[in-house]
């Protein structure tokens, strides 16, 4: 005779049946979310149900059994057991502008998908743009565009909602400055070892050519500004993982020694001015370089201007040094 099972064992088990024909479960793919529906739902109506409670947009949804299989038949009732839901890639155009020679504005439509499974936000097509550049998506801001104007577009703005389908891309200003400063370097590098004050920006502004398409321009631009170096060997700038941020190599004057520093272009840049970071070894004398700054600062200096000081320094200590005056101190020569 077999053995047979408790009766709440036995009670518990068809309850558990009972609430597998009466109850649906709908798993969040990607993000653990949970919803109970009940059992015969069609899709049409759990795709209400998604939107009301996750406030997942219903017509980007995907809905899968539990073998992986895509049900798409909206009128198909959903029975016992588990339901997979996800989200469809979303498009946007990202449309970038761009400035090429004199100062004209070059726009270019660059398609994007934003992954399924992640929300359709602002910054998420900039990620995306980034991706597809193989670019910093922190260089760029995004804008709206509507009623004939641009506005900012916040990062956590949900296209989806506003049934957005693109977007403006451009440079941040500071990184637009940044990047075209480091692209200048022959002839910025050598006005502020002279403590020269450089030319108007336009003067030498031409971050793209007018020739090739802007996003092969681009991906140029990128490449051509992950280590810089000047002319002379006495300057090279190696980019770091944050697109802002430098590891800097400058070459002492007359001397075979290699100073090392970091510098930050803030995001004020350049009404605000570069941080230098760093230190380095005068006679001894442990020489802060973020004590090296000039005195005045507009925006029309350049990140040259900050390493001018540096040298500046150097050069008078070691004057000072060899006609055996006290000091050192460090100068605060204002720009010429």
Not at 163 to 182: D, G, N, S, Y
Not at 205 to 233: D, F, H, M, N, Y
Not at 309 to 314: A, L, N, T
Request: with cysteine; charged share 25%; aromatic share 8%.
């Amino acid at each position: 005779q077999k053995p047979s099972l408790p009766l709440s064992l036995c009670g518990a088990m068809v309850k558990k049946e009972k609430h597998l024909l009466e109850r649906v479960t709908l798993l969040g793919s990607q993000t653990g979310d949970r919803l109970e529906v009940p059992a015969g739902i069609t899709l049409a109506e759990a795709r209400e149900r998604v939107e009301s409670s996750w406030s997942w947009p219903a017509r980007r949804l995907l809905f899968f059994a539990s073998d992986g299989a895509w049900i798409w038949d909206e009128a198909q009732p959903l029975f016992g057991g588990s339901w997979i839901v996800g989200r469809a890639p979303w498009p946007v155009t990202v449309v970038l502008r761009l400035l090429s020679a004199n100062a004209k504005t070059v726009s270019h439509p660059v398609p994007v998908c934003i992954p399924a499974g992640v929300l359709a936000t602002a910054k998420g097509a900039r990620v995306a743009l980034g991706r597809s550049l193989g670019m910093a998506p922190e260089l760029f801001e995004q804008l709206r565009f509507e009623a004939g104007e641009t506005t900012p577009l916040e990062d956590d703005e949900n296209l989806e909602v506003a049934k957005l389908k693109a977007m403006i891309c451009r440079f941040r200003p500071a990184a637009q400055r940044m990047m075209l400063e480091l692209l200048r370097m022959r002839v910025l590098w050598t006005m502020g070892k002279k403590r020269q004050r450089p030319p108007p920006q336009e003067a030498w502004l031409a971050p793209i050519s007018e020739g090739g398409a802007p996003c092969e321009c681009l991906r140029t631009l990128q490449a051509a500004v992950r280590r810089v170096e000047s002319e002379a060997g006495d300057l090279i700038f190696n980019a770091t993982e944050d697109a802002y941020r430098w590891r800097v190599e400058l070459k002492k004057p007359a001397q075979a020694e290699w100073i090392e520093m970091l510098c930050t272009f803030p995001a004020g840049y350049p009404a605000e001015p570069v941080r230098l970071e760093g230190s380095f070894q005068m006679d001894g004398r442990e020489v802060e370089i973020s004590s090296l700054r000039p005195e005045s600062w507009s925006p029309q200096n350049t990140v040259y201007c900050a390493l001018g000081e540096v040298v500046d320094f150097i050069m008078l200590y070691t004057v000072r040094s060899e006609a055996r005056i006290p000091g050192p101190r460090i100068p605060r020569l204002p720009l010429s």
